[in-house]
Structure formats: structure tokens, C-alpha cells
């Protein structure tokens, strides 16, 4: 799919690996919607990008039609749907001291991580079956999601965590094979070891990510923003990828700890 003259809505924006897929989206001509919480940063990057910030929180309805909303009212037709928006955790199932995992906490994991992914996927997929075919193969959009390779390796801690990324990567192959009816694609990434804000800065920032990337095979480093939205782009433009679930990863396999 040619991303130049559409527009896209993409979760999480404002920052990290969202900031880094909706520039590279805007670079090659798409319209983006940058859909976050952080309104400072959201709207200063949609401003610098040319596009729109929608505040919106992924586990809201109400909020995430809205975001689709701006993109279709953009006058460019709606073709991409990004989730990168989602939150971590670490807490065992039963700590150290025999308390069990705090409930509230695992379901807001689940709610944003897991529900809001499924939100956006859904209330953009509707928009996007409402515009006209792009090719001869009748394909009106894609939908990319966010799951991590914890998904598949959990380690110790990160019960909440791989369980909302783990139900990702499950709905994938039945999301794309559903949405096939209204020539819509979804894939779904699944991201080791990225550098991104959340690590702070700093020597002891650096020192933290170079541990971190020791068990990566190769290269040995902890992978970049722009690498996982020229990933994004590869899969949003490749027309034959439809329903698979990719490791970015570096040839990283988590241990239990």
C-alpha cells in the first residue's frame, strides 16, 4: 500500500516507538494522527509533522472514535491503523512474602495493553471499510499492533505484561482472517529489546541498556526506534503480508529472569 496521500491514526504517538513510526508515516506522505495521552508532547509533534493530536485514551470508546473521526476528517482517506500505545508492569503471582498479584493492577494492564489495541483495531478497521478499494485486489487498509516478545518468553514478574501481549499476538491470525471480508490486513510486531525514552539518561541509563543488550546475539545493542517504524512501513507497504505475528528482536530469547 502506497502510504503517500492516506492518512493514519496511530496509538501511543507522542512518544517512543510511536513518535518514531508516525514520523516515518509522515516522511512518506501519510497524514498522522498522533493519539496519546500527553497532550504537550502530542500536539507538538502533530504540529511539527503536519497532522493532528487527538488526546485519547485506547481503553475509551468514546475517545478512540474520536481519533479515528480527525483522521477521516482530515479529507484523506483512512488506510493505516498503528497500536504502539500500552503500559508495563512487573509483579509476581504470588511475591516473596505470599501476597498475592494485585488484581486492579493486572486488569489495567489487560484494559490498555490488550482491550485498547482491540479498540482501536476495531472502530479504525469500521472507518476503513467505509472507503473505496486502494488496488484490484480490493485492499482498503492495514492494521499494525504492538505485542513484544515477552508475549512469547515472559520472565519472572511479568504475568500482567505477557498476558496482554500475549492476547495480541492471539488475535491476530482470527482479526486478520475477520477483517479479510472488508480488505483490511493486520500483523502484529513483536519487539525485544528497543531503546526508547523510557531507559532515562545518563551513565547509569547506559550502563543499565548495555546489560540489557548482552544476551542479544546479534547486533549487540539494544534495538532503535527507527528500526521498528521502517519495520511498521515494510509491513504496511508489503501487499502479500496479512495475519502474521514478526520478531524484532535482534535473535534475543528471554531467560526466566
Not at 28 to 54: I, M, W
Amino acid at each position: 500500500m502506497d502510504l503517500n496521500g492516506v492518512s493514519a491514526v496511530v496509538s501511543g504517538g507522542a512518544s517512543g516507538l510511536g513518535e518514531a513510526t508516525a514520523r516515518d508515516l509522515a516522511a512518506h506522505g501519510a497524514k498522522v494522527v498522533v493519539a496519546d495521552l500527553n497532550e504537550d508532547k502530542g500536539k507538538a509533534l502533530a504540529d511539527e509533522l503536519g497532522g493532528v493530536f487527538v488526546k485519547t485514551d485506547v481503553s475509551d470508546e468514546t475517545q478512540v472514535a474520536a481519533a479515528v473521526q480527525a483522521a477521516v476528517d482530515t479529507g484523506a482517506p483512512l488506510r493505516v491503523i498503528i497500536n504502539s500505545a500500552g503500559i508495563g508492569w512487573a509483579s509476581r503471582t504470588v511475591g516473596r512474602d505470599g501476597t498475592p498479584h494485585d488484581l486492579a493492577s493486572f486488569e489495567r494492564v489487560i484494559r490498555i495493553n490488550l482491550i485498547g489495541t482491540f479498540n482501536l483495531m476495531r472502530i479504525g478497521a469500521a472507518a476503513i471499510a467505509k472507503t473505496e478499494p486502494s488496488d484490484t485486489d480490493g485492499l482498503r487498509g492495514v492494521v499494525i499492533n504492538t505485542a513484544s516478545v515477552a508475549a512469547l518468553e515472559g520472565q519472572t514478574g511479568q504475568i500482567a505484561y505477557s498476558a496482554s501481549k500475549g492476547g495480541i499476538v492471539g488475535m491476530t491470525l482470527p482479526a486478520a482472517r475477520d477483517l479479510a471480508a472488508i480488505g483490511v490486513r493486520v500483523n502484529t510486531i513483536c519487539p525485544g529489546i528497543i531503546d526508547t525514552p523510557i531507559y532515562g539518561e545518563g551513565e547509569a541509563a547506559e550502563a543499565f541498556k548495555a546489560t540489557l543488550s548482552k544476551p542479544v546475539p546479534f547486533p549487540k545493542r539494544m534495538g532503535k526506534a527507527s528500526e521498528f517504524a521502517h519495520l511498521v512501513r515494510a509491513l504496511v507497504e508489503n501487499d502479500y503480508m496479512n495475519g502474521e505475528t514478526v520478531r524484532f528482536d535482534g535473535g534475543i530469547r528471554f531467560q526466566p529472569k
